[in-house]
Nanobody
């Protein structure tokens, strides 16, 4: 059973930065694509950034392109989401999730493909 623990959220002013971490245990991370999703109050959960198991491909939602960067360190079993130039509309609970893909550059983007989820970390962007 894969276990994911999200951390790094908090309160930040518009224009500021945060780095979220997702610590993963229980399986070999090399076989999993990882996604970061977010859910604002009253909204659907949406995917914002994804990285393939091979670490060769990434994908970003248009709303975060150029501002967010997803990366992974398989030796540390950790995936990161660096968030810069934060905006109030980035306020949400952020979740990391894992999809078993095998070792590949394929990136699943359907939420249903992600079978393991972290507990979420709150990000609030406000002055």
């Amino acid at each position: 059973q894969l276990q994911l623990v999200d951390s790094g959220g908090g309160l930040v002013q518009p224009g500021g930065s945060l780095r979220l971490s997702c610590a993963i245990s229980g399986r070999i991370l090399d076989y999993y694509a990882i996604g970061w999703f977010r859910q604002a109050p009253g909204e659907e959960r949406e995917g914002v950034a994804y990285i393939s198991s091979s670490d060769e491909r990434t994908y970003y939602h248009d709303s975060v392109k150029g501002r967010f960067t997803i990366s992974r360190d398989n030796a540390k079993n950790t995936v990161y989401l660096q968030m810069n130039s934060l905006k109030p509309e980035d306020t949400a609970v952020y979740y990391c999730a894992a999809a078993l893909t095998g070792y590949t550059d394929y990136i699943p983007r359907d939420r249903k493909d992600f079978g393991s989820w972290g507990q979420g970390t709150q990000v609030i962007v406000s002055s």
